[in-house]
């Protein structure tokens, strides 16, 4: 069982998706438990599968780990997906879903409710454009609310009218100067603990305690105290009180995988503190978790998509990084979702990693069986044109912005940046300040260009913003959660996390850390451009 025993814990040093939580392990559990029932060599090739499986993001496993073709059996803990040929996917689940809500933020005493949100949030967006009188009412009940809501929309009913004939479009014009070409990418790391921390890792209630790397147990708080600096420009502080008045009225979201969702975490932080205390909350509906900030009729939200199309991962509960298949000519599932958004942040790339082909299902094709194998790059060139395509011909490029973020780097092997005697990325505590040139960190550069180069051409009508952060981020060695994060739901123990070996994360990152400066980019492209407005 020595094999299982390592694999077994190598669980941890996977990307430990924000996900990991109670139900996780219970699968675990079970795992093991079936595990113990059958031969050794069963039993390893088992855990290796599940290793990879529930923690695909982690590349460090699935580059170690080459042989990945092994059929997937059904014993063991998880959901049964794509049944189609007859051959059935086991896929642990590793990420968030609506299940999860209490472990992943309630964990913080201060969390509000957000069981009631689906409904009065439904409330606020589609009938009354007065946030005044949802304000006065945080989500304690949502009939109370739906009823003072009501009230107030009837009593007002004769100024609507006014208010509508008011309302009209106008052009909000920028509030920072930061022209569009200069390079935000090309830069460097400046120490500054003066003005960063952007915020505070206890004073966001929102963050899950898989980012909060203090909280779990790091010592070193350096890496939250890093400036990017341009080289041709300077970037402004991030203002929440004026991001939120661009954003007042306005739907902001991420699409994508875990690192988008870590982004999502981190904008969520930076924003709000703008927002008065109650009146504010997290809700997870379906695919979409989203963050709620009422006073401003304003969301930041994420929506679970990790390949953009339609794939067999779609669900944010059950997945398998293993046996994924993508549908790379479908999308409209999930783009149906995109619509009426004003600024949508996408991104794919760490699901792509671990073979060096891509299953596609075939046009026309009836089940998950009926797929090629393709080489990435052609498969995800396939995927970020019908991508680009549906953006071209379902955005209106006078209502919304589009980005697209490049790909968050992994730190898994020290010896490229000249230390020998790391381990993965933990006890790296500075970001690499003098390093000039390339950094071979495994990341995939075709890619980089393939998505570089679609962005700006495959959709004319609709201009994408493609934010290059690899660069900047790469320099990052310091900034990831490693073994300060969770598995399975929990915070790593003391001997887990003495074991960074085979426990360190080192794709996620901490917050306050390396995203908020992701979003500090977004924020100051946005607010350096002219918006529509709606008076
Ligand atoms: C609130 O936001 C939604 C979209 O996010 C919009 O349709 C609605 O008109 C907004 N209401 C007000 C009062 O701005
Ligand atoms: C900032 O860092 C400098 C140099 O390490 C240190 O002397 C100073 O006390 C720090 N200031 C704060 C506010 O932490
Ligand atoms: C860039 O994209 C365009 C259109 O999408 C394509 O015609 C061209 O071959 C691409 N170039 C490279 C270098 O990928």
């Known amino acids: 069982m020595s094999l299982a025993g390592r694999r077994k814990s190598s669980l941890a040093g996977a990307g430990a998706g924000a996900g990991a939580d109670a139900f996780g392990a219970k699968h675990a559990v079970t795992s093991l438990r079936k595990g113990g029932r059958l031969p050794v060599y069963v039993a390893s090739v088992f855990f290796v599968l599940c ?45 968030i879903s609506a299940s999860e809500k209490p472990a992943a933020v309630l964990h913080h005493s201060d969390q509000e409710k957000p069981k009631h949100a689906v409904t009065t949030t439904t409330t606020t967006t589609t009938t009354e454009p007065e946030p005044v009188a949802v304000v006065e009412k945080p989500p304690q009940d949502k009939v109370d609310t739906t009823k003072s809501q009501k009230k107030t929309s009837s009593k007002k009913k004769a100024k609507k009218p006014r208010r509508q004939r008011a309302a009209k479009k106008t052009v909000v014009p920028p509030a920072l100067g930061v022209p569009e070409t200069c390079d935000l990418s090309k830069g460097r790391w400046v120490f500054d603990n003066t003005s960063y921390p952007l ?53 902001f979201m991420f699409v994508g995988d875990s690192l988008n969702r870590n982004q999502w ?4 932080c930076l924003v709000q503190s703008a927002v008065s205390p109650g009146k504010k909350y997290v809700s997870w509906e379906g695919q979409r978790v989203v963050f709620h900030a009422w006073e401003f009729n304003a969301t930041v939200e994420f929506y679970w998509a990790p390949f953009l199309v339609e794939s067999n991962s779609d669900d944010p509960k059950i997945h398998s990084i293993q046996h994924r298949i993508i549908k790379a000519d479908t999308i409209g599932a999930h783009a149906e979702n995109w619509r009426g958004v004003d600024y949508l942040v996408f991104n794919t790339y760490i699901w792509w990693m671990n073979t060096v082909d891509m299953k596609v299902m075939r046009p026309g094709g009836k089940s998950w069986a009926e797929h090629d194998e393709v080489v990435r790059i052609e498969a995800y060139r396939k995927v970020l044109t019908t991508w680009a395509s549906w953006v071209n ?10 980005f697209f973020m490049s790909m968050s780097p992994l730190h898994i092997s020290p010896q490229v940046w000249g230390n020998p005697d790391g381990i993965r990325c933990a006890k790296e505590t500075m970001p690499l300040l003098d390093w000039h040139g390339p950094l071979w960190l495994g990341m ?22 493609f934010v290059d952060i690899t660069t900047m981020s790469e320099r990052r060695k310091d900034g990831h959660t490693s073994v300060h994060t969770i598995r399975q739901g929990k915070v790593l123990g003391p001997e887990e ?14 917050l306050p850390g390396v995203p908020d400066i992701w979003n500090l980019v977004l924020y100051t492209r946005i607010l350096s451009r002219p918006a529509l407005q709606l008076e």
Request: net charge positive; hydrophobic share 30%.
């Open 51 to 95: 290793v990879i499986v529930m923690y695909g993001e982690d590349i460090r496993s699935l580059t170690r780990v080459p042989a990945l073709t092994v059929p997937a059996t059904t014993g063991g803990g998880g959901g049964v997906v794509g049944v189609g040929g007859g051959r059935q996917v086991v896929v642990p689940r590793r990420d």
């Open 199 to 251: 915020y505070r890792e206890e004073e966001c209630q929102f963050l899950t305690s898989q980012v909060t790397c203090m909280k779990n147990g790091r010592r070193d708080d350096t890496y939250q105290k890093w400036r990017w600096q341009p080289k041709d420009c300077s970037m402004p502080r991030f203002d929440a009180k004026l991001f939120m008045e661009r954003l007042r009225g306005k739907r």
């Open 265 to 268: 975490e981190s904008m969520v």
């Open 393 to 402: 011909d379902n955005i209106d490029p006078a209502r919304t912005s589009v």
């Open 444 to 465: 995939d550069w075709d890619m980089f260009h393939q998505a570089k180069n679609v962005s700006r051409r495959a959709s004319p009508r609709v201009p994408i913003t």
């Open 497 to 510: 996390q003495a074991d960074p070996g085979t426990y360190a994360d080192c794709i996620h990152w901490c």
